[in-house]
């Protein structure tokens, strides 16, 4: 069984005005882990304590790339010691980054030598797509350039529903770069409705989870809603019940 997290931007506003109370609840629901989009002032010892007294792992952060260059290295590595996390998962680039698929393919050494330091460390970095990524620029797509140009030790956290919103199809990417997915955003998707939850949509998730459990390399589920159809909290439950539901 792959355990279930949750990507706590998924719950940005109640982060915001309770961070430990949010992590309680997300417990209380029955996730396995949480993976961090920011760390709301706490230091990297007191999450460590909320999180061993709560029963909760971590399946990953979301880090800046400059947080993983130069003198902020050591720094980062550090915390995630602390915390126990492998996996630090670059989500987004400025267009020095990805301007075209040239820079794409630069990009992609410096995260092959971030892989490199942190592989001694036993930790990974990767990448996390949006939808802009699967756009074609003369017959080339960035996302299939970056990661035929970055090794094993870059993780490719293929984010369900921003690849359909792309107009790229999950499953086959899960093929393509097979092994490297190994934590994986669950995220709805259904054209028109920016609310739908999982279960609901578009998405064939008996083919994408089973694709996961056996080519993906998948250690992490990871659930991530950015709309809800009632409370960011409520929205969320329903995700892992209807994952629960699926026999995860």
């Not at 036993?122 to 090794?151: C, K, L, Q």
């Not at 694709?211 to 809603?225: A, D, F, M, N």
Request: glycine residues 8%; proline residues 4%; aromatic residues 10%.
């Amino acid at each position: 069984m792959i355990p279930i997290a949750l990507q706590l931007y998924s719950l940005r506003e109640d982060s915001a005005k309770d961070f430990p109370a949010v992590l309680k609840a997300v417990a209380e629901m029955g996730y396995d882990g949480v993976e961090f989009a920011g760390y709301h002032d706490f230091s990297a010892k007191e999450l460590k304590k909320m999180l061993d007294d709560l029963g909760l792992k971590v399946a990953g952060t979301h880090t800046g790339l400059d947080t993983l260059l130069g003198d902020e290295f050591e720094k980062t590595v550090e915390f995630n010691k602390i915390i126990g996390n492998k996996f630090l998962i670059v989500p987004g680039l400025d267009e020095q980054y990805t301007a075209n698929v040239d820079t794409w393919i630069k990009t992609a050494d410096i995260f092959n030598e971030i892989a490199a330091k942190l592989a001694p460390l036993g930790m990974v970095t990767g990448y996390h797509n949006h939808w802009s990524e699967f756009a074609p620029e003369n017959g080339r797509i960035p996302w299939d350039e970056f990661f035929s140009h970055t090794n094993d030790g870059v993780v490719m956290q293929l984010d369900t529903g921003n690849a359909k919103h792309g107009d790229a199809d999950p499953s086959h990417y899960l093929r393509k770069f097979a092994g490297r997915a190994t934590c994986v955003h669950l995220k709805p998707f259904k054209e028109g409705d920016e609310t739908v939850v999982i279960g609901k949509d578009e998405l064939d998730w008996e083919e994408i989870l089973g694709l996961c459990e056996t080519v993906g390399g998948t250690e992490w589920y990871i659930v991530e809603q950015e709309s809800y159809p009632t409370t960011p909290l409520e929205t969320v439950k329903i995700d892992l019940d209807a994952l629960r539901a699926m026999g995860r």
